[in-house]
């Protein structure tokens, strides 16, 4: 079984919207948090970030980390079909440094498909 992790992030300022890459949150988590691997970070991490981020550029900031784990499913007449059979997603989003929302689901979480 394989596990995708997609971990990325929005600074929504008033000017413009920017996008936090992967390897933006592990340069700058790295040296707070000893990370150096996607699967390495935590949601306590991930959330520090976002409000450290948010804090500073004085924004709302998105936050997400998807896990998905692929394998055999939907079997029919002998056949497979390799697809997503376990998906975790956390979201945080804060606001001028403030937690407004911090949520782990089961799905894809909807709220991210508003700003990306």
């Not at 592990?26 to 150096?36: I, K």
């Amino acid at each position: 079984m394989e596990v995708e992790f997609n971990i990325a992030g929005r600074i929504l300022a008033k000017d413009s919207t920017r996008i936090i890459s992967l390897a933006e949150i592990l340069a700058s988590s790295a040296a707070g948090f000893g990370v150096t691997c996607a699967a390495d970070l935590s949601e306590e991490a991930l959330a520090a970030y976002c409000k450290a981020v948010s804090a500073q550029n004085a924004c709302k900031v998105y936050l997400w980390k998807d896990r998905e784990e692929y394998g055999n499913a939907n079997v029919f007449n002998g056949g497979s079909d390799y697809e997503v059979v376990n998906e975790v997603c956390f979201l945080c989003i804060c606001d001028c440094g403030k937690e407004m929302v911090r949520e782990t689901t089961n799905h894809w979480n909807e709220r991210i498909d508003a700003v990306i």
